[in-house]
């Protein structure tokens, strides 16, 4: 499957945003500009700031002001966010990933525990407890049932939840650049950030005249 580069996607812009409503056009704007920054670490092989800046543009792209305003508001906004694009995404370019990637970088990630929070809340406080093995079990089962029957929401939610306690790992200084003890969760999680991040951006961007509301920080920079 051909994932479009910053490249492609910034023409696209160019072309359409004077149509889109001001809270897009600076989400866009945003998360091209960060999309463009991992292109560039990643031909200069810096796997972990590729993954960090893909996350920004996700998050750029995902993010607006009713995002910012409480936990529960911005779990009801992400799974709201996911449904629309998934269901923008008529030719199923975001299933084709999770179904092509699954037998590698995805079950690599959802067999590994050191991405799975509920694992270091547990070793953290009793290096010891195993109790978080049964809803490790429970998850990737879930994962699978999900992929089975074409559940991307759920599908994705599951995924991003483990690239999640990895974003939390770099960002909070949980981990050494490039250290050796994670290298192998950043190489399949960025690898599937690569592919995911660039067609959210395009989907949006196809549907770019419809409301999306304001981005957070809304000021333009």
């Known amino acids: 499957m051909d994932i479009p580069a910053h490249a492609t996607l910034k023409d696209y812009q160019r072309e359409h945003r004077e149509h889109w409503g001001k ?14 920054k991992a292109e560039e670490e990643r031909a200069a092989g810096d796997t972990d700031c590729e993954f960090i800046f893909l996350w920004i543009a996700f998050n750029a792209a995902y993010s607006s002001q009713y995002t910012q305003e409480t936990r529960v508001r911005e779990k009801l906004a992400f799974d709201s966010f996911l449904e629309r694009i998934i269901r923008y995404d008529t030719h199923q370019r975001l299933y084709g990933i ?3 990637r699954y037998t590698t970088d995805i079950r690599a990630l959802m067999d590994n525990q050191y991405v799975y929070q509920p694992f270091w809340e547990c070793v953290n406080a009793d290096p010891l407890d195993d109790s978080w093995r049964e809803s490790f ?16 929401v759920t599908s994705l939610s599951i995924l991003l939840s483990r690239l999640y306690t990895l974003r939390n790992q770099l960002i909070h200084g949980g981990a050494t650049w490039k250290g050796r003890l994670n290298r192998e969760q950043i190489e399949d999680a960025t690898a599937i950030l690569r592919c995911i991040v660039p067609i959210i951006i395009e989907l949006m961007m196809e549907h770019g005249t419809e409301p999306w509301g304001d981005a957070a920080y809304f000021l333009e920079d």
């Open 23 to 36: 809270g897009l056009n600076l989400r866009v704007h945003r998360a091209l500009s960060w999309l463009n």
């Open 98 to 100: 999770i179904w092509e």
């Open 137 to 152: 079990t429970a998850a990737k089962r879930r994962s699978h049932q999900a992929l089975a029957e074409q559940d991307v």
